[in-house]
């Protein structure tokens, strides 16, 4: 004869799932904590494109930066060659009194785009 196993004191099957009730709420929670990884997986994508786009800005503006220093000194040795006192200092100065009005932001996010267009 084959023994058959006991079923006695052992809890039921059905008693040892757990209710449907009870999963919801982990289940919403688990969902919740997904959506909210996919919506900072793509913060960090949007941040690093970001990112990329103000380095390239930056470097434009070090580089605009630097050709006006080189021209200012192109300058400063034109005058010498035709014997016109000049030094940077009064070079700057004179520059800031002559610079344009500061852009409209609409203007200014139109030079940032063609920046970044290049």
């Known amino acids: ?5 006991s079923l006695r ?12 009730q009870e999963l919801l709420p982990r289940k919403a929670r688990l969902l919740e904590d997904l ?8 913060l960090e994508a949007s941040n690093a494109v970001l990112q990329q786009q103000l380095d390239e800005l ?9 050709d006006n220093e080189a021209m200012k000194q192109q300058l400063l040795v034109s005058c010498r060659r035709c014997e016109i ?5 009064q070079l700057n100065a004179r520059i800031a009194q002559h610079q344009p ?6 203007a200014a ?10």
């Open 101 to 106: 009005p500061s852009q409209p932001s609409g």
């Open 58 to 66: 930056l470097q434009a503006m070090r580089t605009m930066h630097q």
């Open 9 to 20: 004191g052992s809890t039921p099957l059905t008693k040892r799932l757990r209710e449907p």
């Open 85 to 89: 006192p000049a030094q940077l200092e």
């Open 1 to 5: 004869a084959t023994a058959q196993p």
């Open 109 to 118: 996010i139109h030079l940032a785009a063609s920046v970044l267009e290049q």
């Open 35 to 42: 959506s909210n990884a996919s919506e900072a997986q793509q």
